[in-house]
């Protein structure tokens, strides 16, 4: 006997309709079936009647009735995580199906250079999340000199680096603006207290130097400090800048985006009085891979609104 009841408690359980476990979630939202039944559209007695039927099935009441509003019971609010957790999979489910149906991709991989302001990016980023919330997006931060490298072997989709100064044929670009660099230094710095610095002054003291951007220095004078230390990480670069350890150059945008103004302080060169030095931002993809729906709009989307 035990076996049997056993069998036809799992066989109840493998009855259960979505449309009992939503308007189970509703009531325990709403804290009214009256109020649960206008936001699904339904009457309240069909309502009823489902949680109802999910108490006999699960064998326990989910609901105390006695007072003027349904409250949860100890049973009841056991069992709503699990019925939320069903529900909200059934929906992943789904909009998974549709994805599949419409020919969309799983996933879309970028690789940006992490020297790029992250916060130019959110608008199209957003945009993305509104017209593909099934798409996975994974978003990798490695330098520009390893961007190129992960589009042609397929291990992204898009990239957006610092300006190469040519590419292969089958990588396609755009560019999408430039951004602004500055010198700074921590506010504790002796350079900090020159109204201008030149290069002879600048050479004198520690300099900071993110390696890929070795190549983007506008003069070789940026590279005749006597003592440099470099690194390959931004945010190794900025814990150190911000401990006052050394002075260096790095996108103005990221100073605001770190909310680091008050901390350091930007130099002004005597031979570049009020001059920017800016680096192009190009966006890349590869000829030989075709983008899917997703990949596509983001493409395009990043190039219609320039840096």
């Given at each position: 006997m035990g076996t049997i009841k056993i069998f036809n408690r799992t066989w109840l359980f493998m009855r259960l309709s979505l449309e009992q476990l939503t308007a189970f979630c509703a009531v325990a939202s709403e804290k009214s079936f009256s109020a649960a039944a206008r936001k699904?559209?339904?009457?309240?007695?069909?309502?009823?009647?489902?949680?109802?039927?999910?108490?006999?099935?699960?064998?326990?009441?989910?609901?105390?009735?006695?007072g003027r509003y349904p409250i949860l019971t100890g049973h009841g609010q056991s069992l709503l995580r699990d019925a939320e957790a069903i529900l909200h999979q059934c929906s992943s489910m789904e909009n998974r199906a549709n994805s599949l149906a419409a020919e969309l991709e799983s996933q879309v991989t970028i690789a940006i250079d992490e020297t790029i302001p992250f916060q130019i990016l959110n608008h199209n980023l957003a945009g993305f999340a509104d017209y593909f919330p099934p798409v996975d997006l994974n978003i990798l931060h490695p330098s520009s000199q390893y961007i190129?490298?992960?589009?042609?072997?397929?291990?992204?989709?898009?990239?957006?680096?610092?300006?190469?100064?040519?590419?292969?044929?089958?990588?396609?670009?755009?560019?999408?603006?430039?951004?602004a660099f500055a010198n700074v230094v921590h506010r504790d710095h002796p350079l900090a207290n020159l109204p201008q610095v030149n290069f002879e002054q600048l050479n004198q003291h520690r300099q900071l130097v993110y390696l890929p951007l070795l190549d983007k220095l506008p003069t070789s004078e940026?590279?005749?400090?006597?003592?440099?230390?470099r690194m390959a990480s931004y945010l190794t670069l900025m814990n150190t800048l911000c401990a006052g350890m050394g002075w260096t150059t790095v996108p103005k945008q990221l100073v605001l985006d770190l909310q680091l103004q008050d901390q350091l302080c930007e130099l002004q060169l005597t031979s570049y009085p009020h001059t920017e030095w800016e680096v192009g931002v190009d966006l890349i993809w590869s000829s030989s891979e075709r983008l899917g729906k997703a990949g596509s709009w983001l493409r395009d989307a990043f190039g219609l609104t320039p840096i």
């Open positions: 699904l559209g339904k009457s309240q007695s069909a309502l009823s009647i489902a949680v109802a039927n999910l108490e006999i099935d699960f064998g326990v009441s989910l609901f105390d009735r006695s190129q490298q992960l589009i042609e072997q397929g291990d992204a989709s898009l990239g957006i680096m610092c300006a190469g100064a040519h590419y292969p044929k089958n990588i396609h670009f755009k560019r999408l603006g430039n951004i940026y590279l005749s400090a006597t003592n440099q230390w």
